[in-house]
């Protein structure tokens, strides 16, 4: 078999931007694989160092990007996420500054959970004598270069970006927007596993390997697509960020109140009905620059009214 391609955790970056050189081209259908580093790059390797050994790390590096031939601005990127494998340890830690319970702490402490168990039984981390928790691995950052000003990585927006959503999973398919020629993909901040909302300020933070499969969408099949959207086990997922929640729900929610219209012919009153009886609105993330939103539906509803997804 052919090497996969690959992008090696050398070619990252603490900002998602159209004037980023492409760190590898890869055609309508290919398969690459993405190295990444975690969102400490890699630098927090001892509990009894928590600011971590590197002098000027990136915050959040995202490894990338990735031109797709042909990924044309108004075109959809849709990445299938086939396989997410991570390194054999987590780490976790406290901040002082940001985070739901930030005022806690006075001082930054790093917590490091080695990663048991393989990939047929099932991944765990040993949290303490009590309890063992099973893993459920997701990428944090994943997005493509915005058409204007780079984002950082630390930030969600309508390029996806650090999400933080912990649907992104191996077997989900995300669909985000090509603003630039190629697309630019980049990806990274991989969590063993996050709860949503993110309280603390991080997930298990970790880094490893990304396989995804990326197909270029056009027309009217990418029009329709509210992006950044979400596939994942049997739900399509509009999310969306702003900087209060109550402005990132109602953006998750119409997005996906429009998208239900057209996909099931529906008109405004009996697709906010579907909307109220089926969509289930979830916080990904309320630690980041801006809060992250997603509203969930189910597919086969729509299915039933003869849409497939692309
Ligand atoms: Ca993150
Ligand atoms: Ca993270």
């Given at each position: 078999m052919a090497d996969i391609l690959t992008i090696t955790r050398?070619?990252?970056?603490?900002i998602l931007t159209k004037n980023a050189a492409p760190a590898a081209f890869c055609q309508d259908g290919g398969t690459v694989v993405f190295e990444t580093r975690d969102c400490y790059d890699d630098a927090v390797v001892s509990e009894k160092r928590?600011?971590?050994?590197?002098?000027d790390p990136i915050e959040n590096p995202a490894t990338g990007p990735l031109y797709v031939e042909?990924?044309?601005?108004?075109d959809v990127l849709k990445v299938e996420i086939l396989d997410i494998r991570l390194r054999d340890w987590g780490v976790m830690r406290s901040s002082?500054?940001?985070?739901?319970?930030?005022?806690?702490?006075t001082e930054r402490t790093a917590r490091i959970f080695p990663i048991c168990g393989d990939e047929s039984d099932g991944r765990y981390i040993v949290f303490d004598d009590c309890l063992t928790i099973p893993l459920d691995p997701m990428i944090g950052v994943i997005g493509t270069a915005p058409a204007g000003e780079g984002i950082t990585t630390d930030t969600p927006h309508s390029h996806g970006?650090?999400?933080?959503?912990?649907?992104?999973?191996?077997?989900s398919v995300l669909y985000l927007p090509v603003?630039?020629?190629?697309?630019?993909l980049s990806m990274g901040d991989l969590h063993a596993l996050m709860g949503d909302g993110e309280v603390l300020i991080c997930g298990l933070e970790t880094a490893g390997r990304v396989t995804v499969r990326v197909h270029v969408i056009k027309g009217d099949a990418a029009r329709m697509l509210p992006t950044p959207f979400l596939y994942c086990r049997g739900r399509v997922m509009t999310i969306q960020s702003a900087v209060t929640l109550d402005a990132a729900g109602d953006l998750a929610a119409k997005a996906m109140k429009t998208f239900v219209k057209d996909a099931a012919g529906k008109d405004n009153l009996e697709a906010g009905m579907l909307m109220s009886l089926l969509s289930d609105m979830a916080v990904c993330q309320v630690v980041d620059p801006l809060k992250t939103v997603r509203v969930e539906f189910p597919l086969d509803v729509l299915e039933q009214y003869g849409y497939h997804l692309p």
């Open positions: 050398e070619h990252v970056s603490g928590p600011l971590g050994d590197k002098t042909g990924a044309a601005p108004g002082t500054m940001c985070g739901v319970f930030h005022e806690d702490f970006g650090n999400m933080d959503c912990h649907k992104i999973v191996k077997g603003n630039v020629p190629g697309g630019l």
